[in-house]
């Protein structure tokens, strides 16, 4: 893929469903630049978790086209490979099996790529080191809080170490405070690891901490606006202020997962 072309494109995306008769995408165009934290808004109903979930393959336009990392979806015929691959998802509720610890459930998307135990182990605490999780490896999910079990679904996402993260509500199911760390969170993610974040929210305080903010309403993007961070007026010397910035929010970011869930 060149540098010019976005990591996710759609162009035309149609969807119903009920044999037809339901409406849920009416021609959706979407470009996502490499590297852009992208938050999709709108009513329920509007069709953004729809268009999220065709855009992870786990279901298929009925029109147009979608491009990822310069791969038409359509075309694929691993789709399991490349879910595991190329894109990580974060859902509502963090579905998380009870029954193993946070190691064991940040593992599970190596389980079937013929990964080592010990590098599945090793992989598995250092993903859970990066979200805040370090120490707690063998908690289970009953012995953690709302706040960090969507943080080990963060970790099992990232398993893989997919270039995008697709997230649904990832907020949905948490009070405010943790709601802000996972926030928090996903933008450490995106400015160490360039990741692409696509999320669907709800909820315009969660998307202002977006790059850029897309609307949706009754199948169809109808309008976008820019989230806080680029509001904000540009520096007389931008490579100082960007620097102190970016360090002034890490440090506030790090602050605020220090509070505990």
């Known amino acids: 893929m060149s540098d010019a072309e976005p990591a996710i494109q759609v162009r035309g995306v149609t969807k119903t469903y009920d044999r037809g008769l339901i409406p849920a995408l009416n021609g959706v165009d979407l470009d996502v630049a490499r590297g852009e934290f992208v938050a999709i808004t709108g009513r329920s109903g509007c069709g953004k978790s729809t268009l999220l979930h065709l855009i992870a393959a786990l279901d298929r336009p009925?029109?147009?086209?979608i491009r990822v990392n310069g791969r038409d979806l359509a075309a694929e015929h691993d789709l399991s490979?490349?879910?595991a691959r190329e894109v990580g998802l974060i859902f509502q509720l963090h579905?998380?099996?009870?029954t193993l610890n946070a190691s064991e459930n940040a593992q599970i998307p190596m389980f079937e790529l013929g990964i080592s135990a010990r590098e599945?182990?090793?992989r598995a605490e250092r993903l859970l080191d990066l979200v805040g999780l370090a120490g707690k490896e063998r908690y289970r999910p009953t012995e953690l809080s709302g706040g960090e079990r969507q943080r080990v679904?963060?970790?099992r996402a990232l398993a893989m170490e997919p270039p995008i993260l697709l997230a649904d509500e990832p907020t949905g199911n948490?009070?405010?405070a943790a709601g802000r760390r996972v926030m928090a969170l996903l933008?450490?993610?995106r400015e160490q690891r360039g990741l692409t974040i696509v999320m669907v929210t709800h909820d315009p305080d969660v998307a202002e901490h977006a790059d850029r903010i897309?609307?949706?309403?009754d199948g169809r993007v109808v309008g976008e606006e820019r989230g806080l961070v680029e509001n904000r007026p540009p520096a007389t010397d931008n490579r100082q202020q960007t620097t102190e910035a970016g360090a002034d929010r890490g440090a506030a970011r790090k602050a605020a997962r220090a509070e505990g869930d």
């Open 95 to 98: 579905n998380l099996l009870m």
């Open 153 to 155: 679904a963060v970790a």
């Open 62 to 65: 009925d029109g147009g086209t």
């Open 174 to 176: 948490l009070d405010s």
């Open 81 to 83: 490979r490349y879910r």
């Open 120 to 122: 599945r182990r090793g």
């Open 214 to 217: 897309v609307r949706m309403l």
């Open 187 to 189: 933008q450490d993610l």
